[in-house]
């Protein structure tokens, strides 16, 4: 299976602070690879890196083959990124700003992508909306739908369901296994919510201090520390001290 | 460079705009304003001074440059804080649109941000203080091309301090025009201000256009070298803005301003 992310013992420092000491890692094309961690881990810096907004001080990050120092607009043009932390601008309605960001990314028949995603997503009451009067399920599907307005290859997930109700949740988990699965694309989700990690990660990285400090699948991780679920495992890594792994 | 790009980031703030009465109250409120003080002001100055004696629409012009100029610099600001405010920085910044293409779209759109707010103010002054700014003649196209220019590079060297430094950056947004103002010899000749003051002025291309204006209106000659030096200050500063918006980007992917730009 082809590598669509591919990073290679990145180093990222803040003057004398290392946020992040050289980590490697892959996702393969169709694979959702789990990133936890702490607050402060490095997870943010991570994906910072590899959303081309931080310069690692060190190390390389391929996308789909392409080094992102030197193709960092092709690589963003099969990439996209959702974030409970950034918004859409809230005084344009929702089919304005996929509208806008459709020619951001020079997107092809903006209307039918448009309909297919409203449609996929269940917003097309809501398109008409302002969207800084939506709902936080509501604009959460809609950060989604302008997430996947580009068709990307590379999808970065940050806390992706944080703060929505447990049926929104749901739906929204549902529809990225189901995308991911038709379009074959590689994910990379940060979250806190183990459960969600464990249903939609094929493996997991565990982040502590900038470190990569255990990784493999969420069933083999459980068994190997001895606990019952993702939770527990994350709990015993993120108090113990590094030194252990 | 694209121009699919540049029209979808002139789209976000156009329906911004357009969405918004507020908005575009907001647009015309002030330069309205200011034009109809300095109108009455003008009046008064006319008709109690030697010096406007001959040109009764020397201040009032002078302010609708003024007014100008300020309204470029401060609606780029505002379309580069517009994102910040919104949390959509960090949105903006993932697209895969270059420095270049943002830098365009955003210059393009202070200018009808500007004309919208400009058009009204000066349609005003006609029937209000039977002054028309059209009076400075073919030349006038010159002096707003070199206000938009410097406005637009004072533009831009806020929204590369916003880049380098983050949100706290923003006051100084707001302070900049104030600054300079009193260099710029908006409303009153060169000599008037202190010889270390003027050293500064002469460094600046405002001086030049204000004082061509006032060199137009009063004496009805045009002085060709004053224009000239406009656009050759304005080149270089122009220039060193663009290189310090470059350098800041990469100073922010360093620093990762980019990515906490909302908080």
């Known amino acids: ?245 | 460079m694209s121009f699919t790009r540049i029209y979808g980031l002139f789209l976000r703030h156009f329906y911004l705009i357009t969405r918004s009465f507020p908005r575009v109250l907001d647009l015309v409120y002030w330069p309205t304003i200011q034009i109809t003080l300095w109108g009455f002001i003008s009046n008064f100055f006319a008709t109690h001074t030697t010096y406007y004696n001959n040109a009764v629409g020397v201040i009032l012009t002078c302010a609708i440059l003024y007014d100008f100029l300020f309204r470029t610099s401060i609606g780029f600001n505002m379309l580069f804080l517009e994102e910040i405010w919104s949390r959509n920085f960090t949105n903006l910044f993932i697209t895969p649109m270059k420095i270049g293409e943002i830098l365009t779209s955003l210059v393009i759109t202070a200018l009808i941000r500007s004309l919208i707010g400009l058009v009204p103010a000066v349609l005003l002054t006609s029937p209000l203080f039977g002054i028309s700014i059209l009076e400075l003649g073919i030349f006038l196209f010159f002096l707003f091309l070199s206000l938009y220019i410097f406005g637009i590079t004072l533009g831009i060297l806020v929204s590369s301090g916003l880049l380098r430094f983050g949100p706290s950056f923003e006051n100084i947004a707001w302070s900049t025009m104030f600054l300079l103002a009193p260099f710029g010899c908006i409303y009153y000749p060169i000599e008037t201000l202190p010889e270390v003051f003027q050293k500064i002025a002469y460094i600046l291309p405002l001086v030049y256009i204000f004082e061509e204006a006032r060199n137009i209106l009063i004496n009805q000659t045009v002085d060709v070298e004053n224009i000239y030096n406009a656009f050759i200050w304005n080149a270089l500063y122009f220039t060193l803005s663009i290189i310090l918006f470059y350098y800041s980007f990469n100073a922010a992917k360093n620093r990762g301003t980019l990515i906490n730009m909302g908080e």
């Open chain 1, 1 to 245: 299976m082809k590598n669509l992310i591919e990073v290679k013992d990145i180093k990222k420092n803040y003057g004398k602070k290392e946020a992040v000491k050289g980590i490697s890692f892959n996702v393969q094309e169709n694979e959702i690879l789990g990133l936890l961690g702490p607050n402060g881990s490095g997870k943010t810096t991570t994906i910072g890196m590899l959303l081309g907004l931080l310069k690692p001080t060190s190390g390389q990050i391929f996308i789909n083959n392409l080094k992102l120092e030197n193709h960092r607009i092709e690589i963003l043009e099969m990439i996209n990124f959702i974030s409970p932390y950034i918004e859409l601008p809230k005084k344009l309605t929702v089919k304005q700003n996929l509208y806008v960001y459709s020619k951001l990314y020079k997107v092809k028949n903006i209307e039918k992508r448009i309909e297919y995603l409203s449609e996929k997503l269940r917003i097309e009451d809501l398109l008409d909306s302002i969207t800084g009067e939506l709902s936080s399920g509501q604009k959460n599907r809609v950060s989604l739908a302008k997430a996947l307005i580009n068709e990307p290859k590379v999808l970065l997930l940050d806390e992706p369901t944080a703060s929505l109700d447990p049926e929104v949740g749901d739906f929204v988990r549902t529809f990225l296994e189901e995308y991911k699965r038709e379009k074959k694309i590689s994910i990379l989700l940060a979250s806190h919510n183990m459960s969600e990690v464990t249903r939609l990660c094929k493996s997991v990285l565990m982040m502590k201090n900038g470190e990569i400090i255990d990784q493999g699948k969420p069933d083999d991780l459980i068994t190997k520390h001895g606990r019952t679920n993702l939770e527990e495992v994350f709990l015993k890594l993120s108090r113990s001290k590094s030194e252990f792994y």
